[in-house]
């Protein structure tokens, strides 16, 4: 069976600090690993990996995909309470037909 | 320009009821998307439909869940008899295609409460 696992599950981290999200995977079927942003209401799309060893990099967040051990992870730099939200890890099958999520990471930041 | 949009934003229903929940995709984008987040569990895909097709149902949870598209737009997810498994809420995401390097954008999601 298809499944991503994320972790950890919550981190709590004073604002400033740098943070890593792990997101590993075993799909079948593996087309790109995505990463979404979810705060009240919808996920809002941050990257989207499709090779290895390939940085993503939009201001402090980065994203790196590893498809030989089946894993990425999110780093976010200077975190700001702005960051504070549920990190979403999701694989989109070959066909591009669907997302599998992870159960996401909580990203709290106290100022 | 708009995003995805989701209506209504929330419903309650008794058990037994019909419930039918609408979304509204990105202008322009052909391919569109179900899914449900229950409390606790990720992101769980319900249907795909490219135009007005659905080639992938795979994700419904029982015949009582259906949805259709029409005019390669508009779509309403339909849960019939309901049930209190049935409370989530219910996303709607679009894509400009199935291509390589084109990601979903999702709704703000209805949340369906079944009393």
């Known amino acids: 069976e298809d499944k991503v696992v994320q972790s950890p599950l919550s981190l709590v981290v004073h604002e400033g600090d740098t943070v890593t999200l792990n997101c590993s995977y075993e799909?079948?079927?593996?087309?790109?690993l995505l990463w979404y942003k979810q705060e009240k209401k919808a996920p809002t799309f941050l990257f989207m990996l499709?090779?290895?060893?390939i940085e993503k990099k939009s201001g402090r967040l980065s994203s790196i995909l590893d498809k030989k051990e089946l894993f990425s992870i999110l780093n976010i730099t200077a975190t700001q309470t702005g960051d504070s939200a549920v990190y979403l890890c999701a694989v989109e099958n070959q066909a591009g037909t669907a997302l599998i999520f992870g159960k996401g990471t909580t990203l709290s930041v106290s100022s | 320009g708009a995003g995805v949009s989701q209506s209504p934003s929330n419903k309650v229903t008794e058990k037994g009821k019909d419930v039918e929940l609408r979304c509204d995709p990105i202008?322009?984008?052909?391919?569109l998307y179900w899914y449900r987040q229950s409390l606790g569990q990720g992101l769980e895909f319900l249907i795909y439909?490219?135009?007005?097709?659905?080639?992938?149902k795979s994700g419904l949870p029982s015949d009582r869940f259906s949805a259709e598209r029409t005019g390669g737009s508009v779509s309403t997810l339909t849960i019939q008899r309901t049930q209190q498994e049935d409370s989530a809420v219910y996303l709607c995401?679009?894509?400009?295609?199935?291509?390589?390097?084109?990601?979903?954008?999702f709704g703000d999601g209805t949340r369906l409460s079944i009393l």
């Open positions: 995401a679009s894509s400009l295609g199935v291509g390589v390097g084109q990601p979903q954008h």
């Open positions: 799909v079948t079927n593996f087309r790109s």
């Open positions: 499709t090779s290895s060893g």
């Open positions: 202008s322009g984008h052909t391919a």
């Open positions: 439909f490219q135009g007005n097709s659905a080639p992938d």
